[in-house]
């Protein structure tokens, strides 16, 4: 799945020139890049390589990790993946319906964890691209203290810390129900835990409820007040 050596990522990275970089733009570069240019949004599966989410150009935590993480080996930088599950109340809102009535109830969810300076930092807040994060605080302006919806679990709303600068992010952690770990990839993450789905489920996930949901997301991010 971290296919960093596929065309297509060699020729962002070379565009980019993050390979001139020192390591610490390199790593910011990068996370901004995954968080704000590949939007949120969720694709056909979470087994798909990083060529195909780039492709997309938008992701949620599984995916949009897997890019993250092949861009950063592309550059020589040491990653990891930690998988979880969290409530699928994080997701009410983005899932609504019969989508959300028939989710499971935990939901699989992975952060990357990135090594610098003999230190692993938990980096989760590229999840949610800024312009629909900040869509998704102006819409719920009232709201000063925890959320839990449309893809963000923070104790604090209006400040969570999303921008990387030798700090952890977060941005859906309030959710985590389950810790399954830390693997070397997403590959290995996936052979022993996935989300579990009955086959009519997942072929209504991938042909109907995630186009639900990504029209959803749309709403809150091109959201405007009459």
Known sequence: MLDFNSASIAKLVEARGWKNLSQLEQIKSIYNFVRDEILFGYNID???PASKVLKDGYGQCNTKGTLFMALLRSCGIPCRVHGFTIDKKLQKGAMTGFVYRNAPKNVFHSWVEVYFEDTWYELEAFILDKKYLEKLQHINRECSGSFCGFGCAVKDFQNPVIDFNKNNTYIQSEGINQDFGVYDSPDELLKEH???????????????????MNRNVKKIRNYREV
Do not use: P, S
């Open 46 to 48: 979470d087994d798909i």
């Open 194 to 212: 996935h989300q579990e789905l009955g086959v009519f489920k997942k072929l209504a996930y991938r042909h109907f409820g995630r186009h639900l």
